[in-house]
């Protein structure tokens, strides 16, 4: 955690740049499914928000890093009383193991769809979980057969106007010089008339 707590900070430097120390805050949210403080096991204050205070001072020693812990067993509201988006994160994560994995009305799946998807997952028995796997591989690798199928098919279809083109730009040089053939001889045929001319008038 000290390590990935490091680069949430240090990632926000611009690289080539100095710093300019106007950081973000971090905050670390850690869910946890047992008691931090047991000797406080009727408390009800599910989610506590940490800082690091110096011990002689006693004062926050940095405001910029906050340590979130959320305990699931002081969770203890039921699905009629769950109001806000966070509260319904909160009970889902709580009692996702005893739902049927389908979003409802209260958790539409355009929020929370992919969290069900997880969970469908992971109540699969490992032979399942291979399957799974298996067919998402399969499906990806025939995804990625067909991009490269379309790949070529416009590679094809290129190089068969790049084909075309050619055969056109061929048809108009054989034509040009047809015509510069016709026009050289038409020439050759003035010239010889004219001399003809010429040594009628010597």
């Known amino acids: 955690m000290e ?3 490091k680069y949430l900070i240090q990632d926000q430097n611009v690289r080539n740049k100095e710093w300019d120390f106007k950081l973000q805050p971090v905050y670390m949210v850690n869910i946890v499914n047992f008691l931090l403080d047991e000797d406080d096991a ?3 204050k599910y989610t506590s928000y940490v800082q690091l ?3 002689k001072t006693h004062k926050v020693f940095y405001d910029k ?3 979130v812990y959320i305990e699931l067993p002081r969770f203890t509201k039921e699905l009629k009383d769950v109001r806000s988006f966070f509260e319904k994160w909160i009970y889902l994560i709580s009692n996702l193991h005893n739902m049927d994995g389908k979003p409802s009305r209260k958790f539409p799946k355009k929020v929370f769809g992919q969290l069900f998807e997880e969970a469908k997952i992971a109540r699969m028995s490992k ?3 291979n399957n799974y796997y298996t067919s998402l ?3 990806s690798n025939m995804n990625l057969a067909k991009i490269e ?3 070529l098919h416009n590679t094809i279809a290129i190089m068969g106007n790049n084909i075309e083109a050619m055969g056109k730009d061929i048809a108009a040089r054989d034509n040009a010089i047809a015509a510069m053939k016709k ?3 038409a020439m050759k045929k003035e010239n010889a008339e004219l001399r003809r001319k010429l040594g009628l008038l010597n």
């Open 3 to 5: 390590k990935r707590k």
């Open 65 to 67: 890093l906050t340590f």
């Open 137 to 139: 591989k399969n499906f």
């Open 183 to 185: 026009e050289n001889a």
């Open 53 to 55: 205070i110096d011990r």
């Open 149 to 151: 199928l379309n790949k």
């Open 42 to 44: 009727d408390g009800k």
């Open 127 to 129: 032979k399942e979980k």
